[in-house]
Structures are given as C-alpha cells and as structure tokens.
C-alpha cells in the first residue's frame, strides 16, 4: 500500500480510500497528487485518485521503483480558484515531491504549472485538455487528447451523425476548458457548412439559465453545444426540457461523471459527450483494469477520469524507470520521449509539445447508463 496523506477531505471519504497520516520516509520516492475531492467538480478529483492511487499501490505491490516505494501525497484544492497554487508550492518546498500528478480540470492545471515549471517539477496531467496547460514549459505535460481535437470530433458528430445544422453554443467564461472546446468546435463547424446561431454564456456555479435558453429556443437552433462540466450540464438539461427544447444537447469529456445523471435524470436521456475511453472497451488492458478496479472499489465501474488517473501515474513511473533516477530534467527528458506506451486510455505517445495522440470515444445516456456510440481517431 502505498503512503498517502491528505487535507481537507471529507470524513467518510478518507475513510473509503484509506489515506493515513504518515511521517515521510527516506527510503521513498515522494510523488505529489492535487484533485477536486471536495467541493463542486468533487466526482472528477475522487475518479482520478481512485485510478492514480491503484497505480501506485500495483507499482509498490511489484517493488516500487529504482528500488524505493513510491509515497503518494495528496491534497484536495476542494474545486476551488487559487487552492491549487498555494498546494502545490507546498507540495514542492516542504514535502520535496519530485513530481506533481493533476489536475483534471485545466484552469486549476494552469495554476500549478508556472509553479512546477519555475521548480523544474515534472507535472503531469491526467485529463486537462486546454492546449495552455502544456504550453507553460518544458516540463509540463499530459496523457491526453486536447481540445482542438475534442472541439473537431465533436463538430463532425454533430454534422455527420446528429445531422445538425443550426446550432447554439452555451459556454462558461470562467472556465479556460469550456472557452477553449468552444472556440475549436465552432471553427471546425463552421468550416465544415454549419451554422452558429446563437450564443449564450454562463459562470461557473451558476444554477438558473432559463434566461439563456429562451433566448436560444427562439433562434430556431437544431442542436446545442454545452462545452462545461457536469453539474451545469445536467441542469442546462432539465431546465431545457422544462422550456419544451427537445434539440440534441451535447458536450466534452466535462460532462464525465456519474453526477450528470444524478442531477440530471430523465432530462439528460439522448444526450451525447465526448470522452477518453469506455469500460465497454473489451481489449484486453481494459478488461484487466476494470477487473482489478471494481476489485479495489467495491465494484465500482471506473470512468474516463478514474482510466486517465492509473495512466498519468503508470506513465510517470514508466519515465523514472527509464531515466534510471527522479531527478527533474532527466525524468523530464524521459517523459519527452514516451512512445507507443499502452494504457488503458489507448497507447499514449507524446508529441513534441508534450500532449498524448489519441482517439476519443463518444457517449450517449441510455436508460440512465453511459453507453459507447462511436470512436474517433486523431
């Protein structure tokens, strides 16, 4: 088991994952993790760690690495703006990490990354897709698509398998992630013949956008694009459905939590996101994580996040074991040259600007359970 100390989480929580309170040990490698595990995006930090901490337990269950145990030390930056610098300084200056695991969501990435990059902390991200975060420095990187990506696979589902034409796109202007896939979906639409009708935006947190919706109902729009995370999704959808719009609604990899049909219920049946994976994947990698996952969570089925967490953790460990030491540059220069790398998110090589060539999936909701429709290659 790996030694994990955490702050700021809830009480049952902690308990589930079994983090404990341990003085640091010499003979460890010190390997920082910071999530959402409290607070409004709370599902996509727990997913993540959950597949981050598995990872780490399986490489120290095999004998850790250039013969240490690898120490997880996670923090909770509990969703919130400015949490995750003050974090991650911490992180670096008094637990003396040598390397940084996260964020999920992209603006808190772009937080840590200066940080790291200043320290020459190797950070890698599991599933933050706004092409900024790696565009920081050198050694920043990620284990996933990015969003011009995800913005073009989206445009053309829209076109070729939604058959819209005349859409609206609804975006959060305090979220760099929602901004970005906006901007790429609506150039690559366009391009393809279509049209944006109408544009609406909203803030983070913001729970009534009955005002937005009206006036995207009278634009006479055949689709909505929703780039933003999973709780203003789902509630996009019930006051949607509440104002008599039965267009398709979809969105990005944000909407990839259980939650969204917690919240959302029937009003978000038909609606369509693209992802990174899909437990339905039957090849052999994912067949044996979902097995060892659901062993370790109480048969809890492991989403994108929780694929995206395991992989950002193997792929580092992969880089340590190949630079033969943590120090920074040489672990740096090893995760540069990551290729053909296979994961359960797919096989992850790194480009030259330290972003994963990958396909995404997409996903529909089907009788309240997330079902595969198609995937999509770079």
Known sequence: MPIARSSALLAGFAAAL??????????????GEF???????????QSSHKGTLLAIEELNAAGGILGKSLELITEDNQSKAGESATIVKKLISRDKIVALLGE???????????????????????????????????YIFRVCFIDPFQGVVMAKFAKDTLKVRKVAV????????????????????????????????YSEGDKDFKAQLTAIKASGIDGIFLPGYYTEAALVCKQA????????????????????????????????YSTHYSPENRSPAVT???????????????????????DSAMVLADAMKRAGTTEGAKVRDAL????????????????????????????????GQFKFVESVAP
């Open 170 to 201: 609804l975006t959060s202007v305090s979220s760099a992630y929602s901004v970005g896939l906006a901007k790429y979906f609506k150039e690559r639409f366009v391009a393809d013949g279509g049209v944006i009708a109408v544009e609406q935006k």
């Open 288 to 310: 044996t994580f979902l097995a060892k996952f659901k062993q370790r969570w109480k048969n809890e089925v492991p989403d994108a996040m929780a694929a995206l967490g395991y």
């Open 18 to 31: 079994a983090l404990t309170s341990c003085a640091p040990k010499k003979d460890t490698i010190r390997i």
């Open 336 to 367: 540069a040259a990551t290729k053909g790398y296979v994961g359960i998110t797919g096989t992850t090589t790194l480009d030259a600007s330290r972003n994963a060539n990958k396909a995404a999936v997409v996903i529909t909701v089907k009788n």
């Open 35 to 45: 999530a959402s595990l409290t607070g409004k995006e709370a599902a996509f930090g």
């Open 241 to 272: 459905k509440d104002l008599g719009l039965t267009v398709p609604v979809f969105g990005g990899d944000g909407w990839e939590a259980p939650q969204l049909v917690e919240i959302g219920g029937a009003a978000v049946e038909g609606s369509y």
């Open 104 to 138: 999920v969501a992209s603006s808190r990435s772009l937080e840590a990354a200066p940080i790291c990059q200043a320290a020459k902390i190797p950070q890698v991200s599991p599933s933050s897709t706004n092409p900024a975060v790696t565009e920081t420095g050198d």
